[in-house]
């Protein structure tokens, strides 16, 4: 326990003193970002960029040609894969499709620990994306975007990976994962909000990292808190039966979900399923 507590206070004091080392963003999104803000960029400029990174390209492509995001006819380059998410998405998209890169460590407790938030991230991002597909078809006019919503979805637990990375100096608290759980639970939104801050991103990315599980926060209209917390209601991320019923019921009355029981369905779950696909 003299363990797990030090590493809390240590935690705590270094994110008081902003002095908690953070992932930094993968070199092929910062280009990819720093181009798309660039007013004379071009779809060929930018899919030379992209071209760079085998594994950024293939994502794209999986983006693409993705048929839940309403993509029939099946593109085979980079350059028609930008050319049809368009240079307005492809800085959200280019940076989702990088995040798994900061996944990593040289730890193999780490690394397995890393592994599993990745996982569960995209089980979330499956969920909020698909139930964003399906919502924007029934509301065209809304400012909501697919594109925030992915990049949203995959940066929502970005901060729990400062937290196992200082962990990895206290070998000894993986004995106990739960109180390594009630660590990220208590301090991954801060911390989370200072990577997004450190990474130049908006204020919105910012409250979402901060504040998607702090269920005291409860926006009137639609938000993308809703979309993740209900991929984090349906991968069972929040525990207790009442306030989930209540998060349901709500998103039934705002137009996410069709009904409550909406997601428990056989047509859900292949949905997820071919989003998912995008990412793995």
Not at 91 to 113: G, L, P, W
Not at 162 to 167: F, H, N, S
Not at 175 to 183: G, I, K, R
Not at 252 to 267: A, F, Q, R, W
């Amino acid at each position: 326990m003299a363990t797990e507590n030090a590493l809390y206070t240590i935690l705590t004091e270094k994110i008081k003193q902003d002095t908690l080392v953070l992932p930094t963003l993968p070199e092929i999104a910062l280009k990819v970002r720093s181009a798309a803000d660039d007013p004379e960029i071009n779809l060929n400029d930018m899919s030379d960029i992209i071209a760079q990174d085998p594994a950024l390209s293939l994502g794209m492509l999986k983006v693409a040609n993705n048929a839940v995001l309403g993509r029939s006819v099946k593109v085979e380059t980079v350059p028609q894969a930008v050319t049809r998410i368009g240079l307005r998405q492809i800085k959200s998209i280019a940076t989702a499709m990088a995040i798994e890169q900061v996944f990593v460590s040289h730890n193999d407790v780490v690394t397995m620990y890393m592994n599993k938030a990745w996982l569960k991230t995209i089980d979330i991002a499956s969920v909020a994306v698909s139930l964003m597909a399906m919502y924007l078809k029934e509301h065209k006019h809304t400012s909501l975007s697919l594109d925030t919503i992915t990049l949203a979805a995959l940066i929502h637990n970005i901060g729990v990976l400062p937290i196992l990375t200082e962990a990895e100096n206290h070998p000894d608290v993986f004995a106990n994962p739960t109180f390594l759980q009630q660590a990220i639970i208590k301090l991954s939104g801060r911390v989370g909000g200072a990577i997004t801050r450190s990474w130049g991103f908006s204020e919105e990315f910012t409250l979402l990292a901060e504040s998607w599980s702090d269920l005291t926060i409860l926006p009137t209209e639609v938000h993308y808190l809703d979309f993740i917390r209900a991929g984090a209601i349906y991968h069972n991320v929040f525990k207790n039966e009442s306030t989930k019923q209540a998060l349901l019921t709500s998103y039934t009355k705002k137009g996410i979900l069709p009904e409550v029981n909406y997601m428990d369905s056989v047509e859900f779950k292949e949905k997820c399923d071919a989003v998912r696909a995008m990412f793995i």
